[in-house]
């Protein structure tokens, strides 16, 4: 029993996790599942490398983190809420003006686990989706990169396990062990949500998935965020200031390929994709087919244009609006209306909805702004290389499998098209087979040489934690 106590002691929390004896028992049955589900599922080959890695050690504004050398398996996922704030009430739906619930409240019970059990499913999936990656780093300072993103997203299951062993009693306890036991892309027992059973089979899908599949972590999370059952949205609080660095990573991955192509068009003039090809760097048309995937999956994890499942989380206080409570409206939607597209007579067109059935649209659409801005700043980069080139976002209907778009062939520009006009296209828009071969030729080996960075990629502004770019982030022993 002492070993368990002191391990107990050994996970950073701010819960008073050492008190509670309930909670303590379920972690110690979950951690050696979860530790074995890490060693089969986590980074390959990865599991005596030492990692300069950030941990999370409170919920300080400033110095909230920790840098060192870790071994991943060793890791100390942590376990924070960020403090509670007095007098917080419910800031929406029918509920709104009581005091933010501090236990489950009994009539929401299932609708809130399976919420929690979303968000928690999504954690592991992206570590399973990932695991091969470091096999072809395309440098220490990328290496180091995705196995901070994949021992966060751990850290990620932790909180949302916490949440199931804290306040769910058995049913959570069983859900905490299912999460371990679906894996990404399995046929019999899948992930929950589309995007996290798509394989991650290269960096440019990495940093694609980061930006864009992350992202929606980030405007889910702070949906959540704003949800009336306190300790779920403190959880979620403070799992966004892990997420920026995903994003980041996402962001300046992506804008690194850039710019290393437009570099090597600029400097040899050219702009046919197979020349572009032939001197090592991914031509840009190739990674608007990766953006196009990325994106159209993951406008997907939103869920329906038109969703009562997202009215019900509204309407009870448990899933907010992004940035709710700075919104000013009644918050309870009773007469608002919104605009959702869908397809009628072989036309895209909008139709006003009670805007209570449109919030997975309405969060998409904030989402979109912001990834907009982000494709913005790459094109910045090809545009400051004078290539003519540029990324856009293709229309939201395209590549839909989910939603008023489901079923239809639509393309980059909103074109309703016959099923087979668009699939005699589909490899101008969409990665092919060939598109994969040539991407993951190119990612063969890993470079590991302190401050060597693969050819197809731009060297960072800067290291990590004011570490310099050729710092030795990984150890291999
Ligand atoms: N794939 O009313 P509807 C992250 C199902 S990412 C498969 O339209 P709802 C991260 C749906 O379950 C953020 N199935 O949907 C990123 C429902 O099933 P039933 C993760 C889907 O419920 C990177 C039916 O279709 N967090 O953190 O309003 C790395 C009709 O559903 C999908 C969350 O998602 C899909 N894409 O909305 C690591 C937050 N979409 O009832 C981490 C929690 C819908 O017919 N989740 N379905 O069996 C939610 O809030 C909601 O579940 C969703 C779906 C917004 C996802």
Redesign the pocket.
Known sequence: MTSNIDYIDKIPNNVDLGRDRVLQRALEHWQPAYMGWWYDMGPNESHNYDVYLRTAISVDAEGWAQFDYVKMPQYRWGIFLVPPTAGREVNFGVNKGQPAWQDVPGEYRSMLR??IV??GD??P??VEQQRMLGMCAPSMYDLRNIYQVNVE?GR?LWAMVYLLHRYFGRDGREEAEALLDRRSGDADNPR????FNEPTPDWLAFYM?TFF??R??KF??SS?AESGFDPLARTCRFMLTEEAH?MFVGETGVGRIVERTAQVMAEHHLEDPGQVRALGVIDLQTIQRYLNFHYSVTL?????DV????AS?YTTGL?GRYEETKIADDHQLTDATYKVGTVSNGRVIEEEIPALNAL?ERLRDDYIGEVQAGVDRWNKVIEKHGVAFRLTLPHKGFHRE??NYAGYHISPDGEVMTEAGWNARRDEWMPSAADYTFVQAMMQGRVVEPGKFANWIAPPRRGIHTKPIDFEYVRFN
Not at 192 to 195: K, T, V
Not at 300 to 304: N, P, Q, R, S, V
């Open positions: 399976r919420i979303t968000q999504t954690e999936a992206s997203e990620h929950i949500l589309g995007a998935f599949t992350d929606d972590g889910q999370l959540l995903h997907d994890l939103f869920g329906g969703s009562s499942n997202a989380y899933k997975n989910i939603g």
